[in-house]
């Protein structure tokens, strides 16, 4: 299978560029995947799609506000920082542009001098290993002065941070949004625990990975990016008893997706896990956890495009697109939504 075959053609302008208001206004797209079948309905009708006895599972990773910007203190130059990962408490790797400013042993000062920060190593790949300084919490003083690392194809600025978080965000750790989930609102959660649907949650920090593109042509060479995954006990109890009882586990989001089969790969079962994952889903994977997916329009050529053409068949997924693009659906992070299920 080519990366090419997973192409399609998506006006610029259908790239949403601002959340709508509010979030379960969006427009939600039901695919079936057993007959291809396609309706127009908006999110907050998803409800309509729940059975009492199904359960949700939520991916409650909270997104850092990781873009901040440095001055040298040689020259004043100005640095941009994106933290991707942290490695010790004060000690993250991070994408630095221009990187050429960037030298090992430079040192940097942030909004004003509350905080500072050396370069201490460059990897193979050009990402640096920054050692920070600051009086207070590290996340403290990034909720201060950071700004939220939205991707490349949104270019207006976000007014309210909050908006590229879940309402039920907890733990901090992702480069970027489970984007799935903000569509919820509070209010709608609400509304599925009273219908008698269950909800779970697992954490998965997301990766920048996740914005960048299959470089191969035979989509079985990709390497895939690792992130990292916790499966708690009572979320564990709750898959299993929801698929003893005959009811269904939907996944919220194409993270909550890769943690509950990563888990289900790894151990033959859905058990109490943690971890780092690379699993990549691509057509011919055999399913082993979810029943249902609940999630955004993807890139062309995307591992998540391939992820979900996986689940519900690559000719569904394609004219679903196809569909979408016609309809004038709004793509991608701050677009519509799209819940396949049987």
């Known amino acids: 299978m080519k990366t090419s075959d997973f192409y399609y053609d998506l006006p610029e302008e259908l790239i949403a560029q601002t959340p709508i208001e509010p979030r379960n206004a969006s427009r939600l797209m039901i695919l079936n995947k057993k007959t291809g079948k396609v309706e127009h309905k908006i999110f907050s009708d998803l409800t309509d799609y729940l059975e009492k006895g199904d359960c949700l599972i939520l991916n409650n990773t909270r997104v850092i506000p990781a873009r901040i910007y440095g001055v040298k203190k040689e020259t004043g130059a100005v640095v941009e920082f994106l933290l991707l990962k942290q490695i010790e408490n004060m000690v993250w790797e991070c994408l630095c542009g221009p990187g050429k400013r960037a030298k090992i042993g430079t040192e940097f000062v942030f909004g004003d001098g509350i905080l500072e920060c050396e370069v201490i190593n460059i990897l193979d790949d050009g990402n640096r290993i920054i050692r920070f300084k600051c009086e207070e919490n590290i996340f403290a003083v990034l909720d201060e002065i950071g700004q939220m690392p939205l991707p490349p194809y949104i270019k207006e600025k976000l ?101 509950v089969e990563s888990v289900a790969s790894k151990n033959n079962c859905i058990c109490a896990d943690e971890g780092d994952t690379s699993i990549f889903i691509y057509p011919g994977y055999d399913f082993k956890c979810m029943d249902a997916l609940v999630t955004n329009f993807h890139l062309p050529e995307s591992t998540l495009i391939m992820l979900i053409s996986a689940f519900a068949g690559y000719d569904n997924v394609m004219n679903a697109y196809k569909t979408a693009v016609e309809e004038k659906y709004r793509f991608f992070s701050f677009g519509d939504a799209m819940f396949i299920e049987d």
């Open 159 to 259: 007014s309210d941070k909050e908006r590229y978080q879940t309402v039920y965000s907890e733990h901090l750790g992702s480069a970027a949004a489970p984007t799935a989930g903000l569509h919820f609102t509070e209010s709608m959660l609400e509304e599925v625990k009273a219908k008698g649907i269950h909800i779970g949650y697992v954490t998965l920090h997301v990766g920048l990975g996740t914005f960048r593109p299959v470089k191969v042509d035979d989509v079985t060479k990709h390497t895939m990016h690792t992130e990292h995954y916790i499966m708690p006990q009572e979320t564990a109890d709750l898959i299993n008893d929801t698929h003893r009882q005959g009811k269904r586990v939907i996944c919220v989001g194409t993270t909550s997706c890769r943690t």
